[in-house]
């Protein structure tokens, strides 16, 4: 699968990081790096790729995937990270937790 095709396979799933997803995408597929894997983890992206960057470059993947604890991955509004159940994080905004809590 090519860097776009998981970017939007992961954007899907979760709409509200879809700029973050394809702004590090952006950032990889310009540095020649591949996606090995990009999913939701402790509520945030986690993103794996080959071959391993710099630092300079590594801090700036790290600091998209902390921001997306920060963003709803639902809706893409200032969300923060909390536990659903006993095992699951999400970051989820007030509107989309509440509709969350709702249904379940």
């Given amino acids: 699968m090519t860097n776009q095709e998981q970017i939007n396979e992961f954007a899907s799933h979760y709409p509200g ?6 702004k590090l995408n952006k950032l990889l597929s310009d540095n020649n790096k591949t996606i090995d894997q990009i999913k ?14 710099d630092k300079q ?19 893409g ?3 923060r ?8 994080m999400l970051c989820l905004c007030e509107t989309c937790g509440e509709k969350r809590r709702k249904d379940t």
């Fill in 17 to 22: 990081w879809s700029d973050l997803a394809h």
């Fill in 40 to 53: 939701e983890k402790f509520g945030c992206i986690r993103c794996y790729f080959s071959p391993v960057p």
């Fill in 57 to 75: 470059l590594y801090d700036k993947i790290v600091s998209i995937e902390n921001e997306s604890g920060e963003v709803c991955c639902k809706c």
């Fill in 77 to 79: 509004e200032p969300g």
């Fill in 81 to 88: 990270v909390s536990s659903w159940g006993r095992y699951w």
